[in-house]
């Protein structure tokens, strides 16, 4: 069984930076892509950023130039390093993994973790 363990939300001010982490636990699985989506109040859960396990990336049109995400494969981990925050950016924000773990293919999300940004 696959795990993910999500950290680093909070409250800040607009303009502000922040950095979410999530690293993902178990045995005997090999990890594919990493991401993470969020949901806003009122609003249907999106993706903010992927990465593919050879470090290619895709990001949403709203926080290109404002999120970098980054990986540690060794560590199984994904990074998402956010800057010049938006109210809204306030979500919460969900770690995403696409993984095997023969002989299954999985997708699995993280608890979640809340942003939240004041003007």
């Known amino acids: 069984q696959v795990q993910l363990v999500e950290s680093g939300g909070g409250l800040v001010q607009a303009g502000g930076s922040l950095r979410l982490s999530c690293a993902a636990s178990?045995?005997?699985?090999?990890?594919?892509?990493m991401g993470w989506y969020r949901r806003a109040p009122g609003k249907q859960r999106e993706l903010v950023a992927l990465i593919t396990s050879d470090g290619r990336t895709n990001y949403a049109d709203s926080v290109k130039g404002r999120f970098t995400i980054s990986r540690d494969n060794a560590k199984n981990t994904v990074s998402l390093h956010i800057n010049s925050l938006k109210p809204e950016d306030t979500a919460v924000y969900y770690c995403y993994v696409d993984l095997w773990a023969a002989p299954t293919h999985l997708e699995v999300w993280g608890q979640g973790t809340l942003v939240t940004v004041s003007s």
């Open positions: 178990g045995s005997a699985f090999s990890i594919n892509a």
